[in-house]
């Protein structure tokens, strides 16, 4: 499984331009260059969806967890 | 959270803003050729800009006959960007008064730009924007909801791609490999001199360099997260290397056409200097519009930075993020790495504003090329090539004056000395050779091809 199903990876444009101070001052999380890239908050990286790693929580777990 | 399980794709002909400033400024392209054929003067009254001015009661002539264009315009950039915004999924109630806001102090900007004591001392409108812009978010502090109008990037795309109208596809054709190779020496020469610096020299962290690196060589911030993603950057690395750009890129607004001026360099020459040291396209675009209007010739110095910048430079992001994809995977995280980058990424991370600016010069140019010289000066340049002008100033004054609306000093993330000096040795090489190639080497060539 990759990080674009894990529960600590977020690539939601709006929060990217939150968490990274001054992005939208001469660029955009919403432009093509980004691609679709976010931020692991388990590990502080900010990566591909594709990647993976040993800390992968799945997303329903979310779900389970509000449920 | 459906949306962000599965890859975009396609989608993003309508959740990125590249595409949607690609259907803006050929829509407007499409509707000036259309007006253009009919004889309809509709689009040529709606691109209304306030003149020069100094005294004011041109000023208030000027705007008790147009006033009813002024509010046309308004309401066109606002059903087009409120549209467009809300389906890249911003709030309408931060948008709209935000944009309402951004428009009224466009105007002002414009007024005080066009004010000849001002502009004949290069106070140009670009350099006023930034500078009231500047100063509002950082002295008067507006709300950070008011961000959801300040769409830098949107509003520089879109005038890029109108910007492909006025400049002929033929140039793009024998100048773009010039533009490419010059470029490219001086983003390799940059890219690796940081990362050198920052790795061997200062110890940092691989990918730190090369995010520091591609920020300085490529496209500024956007390079950083293309690369930073694309090699696994720590998040606070990504911040420190957006801080850096932003800081180094407004000087560089000021200091390269205010040093040009000093020197009475030719603006061409300027604008390809810009296109090769300045980080930014938004800040670019500000740093050559505000010489050529200081020098009187705006047109050579924005083709030359567009050549410089987006053909020699920003096209080839993808190809870049790529080779760092794979320099970190197979190099630097071998353990890590489980599944190898995809090529196709170099066409996911593609700038397609890019394909707009390309098809809007090749359609201009093929209807000019049905004219004589003498019939294009007569007849396309002020009924058809003009108001798609005005509205690319429009759109670049809305992004000038983004940029310093949501420049906010305090906020970004303070850099530390290491990653400091390690950019700044890049900006020192960056700046020295692109003045040494563009106008010591290359100026007459660049002179020479935006003259046509």
Known sequence: ?67 | MEDVKKPMGWKELYLKEDWWAIYLGLGIVIAAIAFFYTGNPFLKSLSVLPPSWTDSSKLVGHFSSKIGWYALQFIFWFIIFSISTRILGFRQSEYIPSFIFLYILSIVTLIIGEYEPLSKNGFEAPLVALILGLAISNIVKLPKWMDAGFRVEYYIKTGIVLLGATLPFTLIIWAGPIAFMQATIISVVTCLTIYFVAHKLFGLDKRFGAVLGVGAAICGVSAAIAVGGAVKAKKEHVSITIALVTVWAIVMIFFIPYFSKFLNLQPAPVGAWVGSSEFADAAGFAAAVAYGKMVGNEEAAVRAFTLMKVIGRDIWLGIWSFAFALIACLKWEKEECETAPKASEIWWRFPKFVLGFFIASVIITVIASQYSLAEFDKVIKPELVKPIKSLRSWAFIFCFLSIGLTTRFRELASAGKKPFWAFTIGVIVNVILGFVLSVLVMGNFWISKTAQ
Not at chain 1, 23 to 50: V, W
């Open chain 1, 1 to 67: 499984m990759t990080c674009r199903d894990c529960r600590y990876f977020n690539n939601d444009p709006a929060f990217l331009e939150r968490e990274f101070a001054g992005l939208n001052a001469l660029s955009s999380a919403y432009g093509t260059a980004r691609g679709e890239d976010g931020i692991c908050s388990k590990r502080s990286l900010y990566l591909s969806p594709a990647k993976q790693c040993k800390d992968f929580v799945p997303l329903d777990t979310v779900k389970s967890l509000n449920d």
